[in-house]
């Protein structure tokens, strides 16, 4: 199975910071890398799919990069709603696979 | 309104079963797979597989094979999740969700509000 491993584990940021994770593929997952939002006790959402586009109704403040084995995830200004554990995907091979979160706090 | 909608929590024994729904409105329920997401209490998503809502073939990942059973009903556009001989380590929260986006099959763009399954003596 692929290995997503993302870091942080966890952040603390403050309101207005600009915000970035960094998720790495046990392979080359070319670019079907996408990115979840999950806040406490909620499903969890799309944000962005294929590296770096945003899903539906997702602000612009969050955006994508990276190819291959490393991607990276950021949030231009951090706002009070984002507090979140926010999850790697790959879905190159099967089974696809999450990286284990990054749970961010204000 | 695009959703989709899960049955209830289930409280089982372990060796038991339970069926989990997940009914989808808003949208042509066949045009769009459905998958399987499982989370563990405090852990991360796991996902369990697939099921073609068109020919309602299913694909499951290594292990959720054997107890797992991915089914449809086309008429109340409903897909479920059957699973059997429950286990202490299958209570979790278990989601269906949508791969909604043309050409990006792992882009999960509806989830339900998910369904825990709590299994314990």
């Not at chain 1, 996408?34 to 945003?54: E, H, R």
């Not at chain 2, 409280?11 to 563990?40: I, M, T």
Request: charge should be neutral; proline fraction near 4%; charged fraction near 15%.
């Amino acid at each position: 199975d692929i290995q997503m491993t993302q870091s942080p584990s966890s952040l603390s940021a403050s309101v207005g910071d600009r915000v970035t994770i960094t998720c790495q593929a046990s392979q080359d997952v070319t670019n079907f890398l996408n990115w979840f939002q999950q806040k406490p006790g909620k499903a969890p959402q799309l944000l962005i799919y294929d590296v770096f586009n945003l899903g539906k109704g997702v602000p612009s403040r969050f955006s994508g990069s990276g190819s291959g084995t490393h991607f990276t995830f950021t949030i231009s200004s951090l706002q009070p709603e984002d507090v979140a554990t926010y999850f790697c995907q790959q879905y190159d091979y099967v089974p696809y696979t999450f990286g284990q979160g990054t749970k961010l706090e204000i | 309104q695009v959703q989709l909608v899960q049955s209830g929590s289930e409280l089982k024994k372990p060796g038991a079963s339970v069926k989990v729904s997940c009914e989808a409105s808003g949208y042509s329920f066949s045009d769009y797979a459905l998958n399987w997401v499982r989370q563990a209490p405090g852990q991360g998503l796991e996902w369990m597989g697939w099921i073609n809502t068109n020919t309602g073939n299913p694909t499951y990942a290594q292990g959720f094979r054997g107890r797992f059973v991915f089914s449809l009903d086309t008429s109340v556009r409903t897909a479920y999740l059957q699973m059997s001989n429950l286990k202490a380590d299958d209570t979790a929260v278990y989601y269906c969700a949508r791969a909604g986006i043309m050409g990006a099959p792992g882009a999960f763009d509806i989830w339900g509000q998910g369904t825990t399954v709590t299994v314990s003596s």
